[in-house]
């Protein structure tokens, strides 16, 4: 054999460990998760048809108005290719209980939008996907929704696979039509989830708001995080913000059932005290 001869099975190795590479990226994004908890705006990276019917239980700090709501909504999402997904995000019906106001009931906002997959790096177990949504005020004044001229939400979500490991965030901007009846928002998320069975995924969140403008509606010094928008008048520069621990679980190849526990961490923690959230992803 020459010297400078390189071993067959040199060659052969090193393409199987190259393949082995790609095989373990592309695992990584298989399993890949979307976001529980803040599912209005928590939008996944991830390019998938689905439908995902949602619960929440929300506790209103006490130091607010106190009580409760309670919303149901189903989400819809239409992978039309590989890169671009049609998504509505917002709807349902709330049922709101604070203590210091009467008990209502009403329909939410629809919001709906699309998103894109500008980057999808399956060798490196990375997608990065830019979006934009509308929200359509059609829902009832009794629980703070149908105010404004419509808003529009821009954002980008990632996501990157480390072998089991993940990393989830978003980030994006609230913007109304009408800044005298909505205030604009900036809010960012982040999930990080370990895939140590199809049983149990394991996972923590981060979800943030920040009030951007005043509008004039209440003198409230904080908003309604990310299902009401107060058009607070004297929100401008307050930050609410949760953390939340919870699970996934992969009960069939297209199904997944998911739960979150977050708690309000800001020092002035708005209407957010506590939330439980659960909810099942079915891909089709």
């Given at each position: 054999?020459?010297?400078?001869?390189?071993?067959?099975?040199?060659?052969?190795?090193?393409?199987?460990?190259?393949?082995?590479s790609?095989?373990?990226?592309e695992?990584?994004?298989?399993?890949?998760?979307s976001?529980?908890?803040?599912?209005?705006?928590f939008?996944s990276?991830?390019?998938?048809?689905?439908?995902?019917?949602?619960?929440m239980?929300?506790?209103?700090?006490?130091?607010?108005?106190?009580?409760?709501?309670?919303?149901?909504?189903?989400?819809?999402?239409?992978?039309?290719?590989?890169?671009?997904?049609?998504?509505?995000?917002?709807?349902?019906?709330?049922?709101?209980?604070?203590?210091?106001?009467?008990?209502?009931?009403?329909?939410?906002?629809?919001?709906?939008?699309?998103?894109?997959?500008?980057?999808k790096?399956?060798?490196?177990?990375f997608?990065?996907?830019?979006g934009?949504t509308?929200?359509?005020?059609?829902g009832?004044?009794?629980?703070?929704?149908?105010?404004?001229d419509?808003?529009?939400?821009?954002?980008?979500?990632?996501?990157?696979?480390?072998?089991?490991?993940?990393?989830?965030?978003?980030?994006?901007?609230?913007?109304?039509?009408?800044?005298?009846?909505e205030?604009?928002?900036?809010?960012?998320s982040?999930?990080?989830?370990?895939?140590?069975?199809?049983?149990?995924?394991?996972?923590?969140?981060?979800?943030?708001?920040?009030?951007?403008?005043?509008?004039?509606?209440?003198?409230?010094?904080?908003e309604?995080?990310?299902?009401?928008n107060?058009?607070?008048?004297a929100?401008?520069?307050?930050?609410?913000?949760?953390?939340?621990?919870?699970?996934?679980?992969?009960?069939?190849?297209?199904?997944d059932?998911?739960?979150?526990?977050?708690?309000?961490?800001?020092?002035?923690?708005?209407?957010?005290?506590?939330?439980?959230?659960?909810?099942?992803?079915?891909?089709?």
């Amino acid at each position: 054999m020459k010297t400078n001869q390189i071993p067959k099975s040199f060659v052969l190795a090193t393409l199987a460990a190259a393949a082995g590479s790609a095989l373990a990226a592309e695992d990584s994004l298989s399993t890949a998760i979307s976001p529980v908890s803040n599912p209005i705006y928590f939008e996944s990276a991830l390019i998938q048809s689905e439908v995902r019917p949602i619960y929440m239980h929300h506790k209103i700090d006490n130091d607010f108005v106190g009580g409760n709501a309670n919303v149901y909504a189903v989400q819809l999402r239409w992978a039309v290719t590989e890169r671009l997904a049609i998504i509505a995000t917002k709807d349902g019906y709330i049922d709101l209980n604070p203590d210091a106001l009467p008990h209502q009931t009403g329909w939410a906002d629809v919001a709906a939008g699309v998103k894109y997959a500008l980057v999808k790096d399956e060798e490196h177990a990375f997608i990065l996907t830019p979006g934009l949504t509308f929200e359509i005020p059609l829902g009832q004044e009794d629980v703070f929704q149908g105010n404004g001229d419509g808003m529009w939400n821009v954002f980008a979500s990632a996501v990157k696979g480390f072998g089991n490991f993940h990393v989830t965030g978003n980030v994006g901007f609230n913007v109304p039509n009408d800044l005298n009846d909505e205030t604009a928002n900036f809010h960012a998320s982040l999930q990080f989830d370990y895939y140590l069975s199809r049983w149990f995924i394991p996972l923590v969140s981060f979800n943030s708001f920040t009030t951007l403008s005043d509008a004039n509606g209440p003198a409230f010094t904080t908003e309604g995080f990310d299902l009401i928008n107060f058009g607070s008048s004297a929100a401008k520069g307050n930050t609410q913000a949760a953390v939340g621990i919870g699970f996934r679980s992969r009960l069939l190849a297209s199904l997944d059932l998911g739960f979150t526990y977050e708690l309000g961490i800001t020092e002035e923690p708005g209407i957010f005290d506590a939330r439980y959230t659960v909810d099942a992803i079915w891909r089709f």
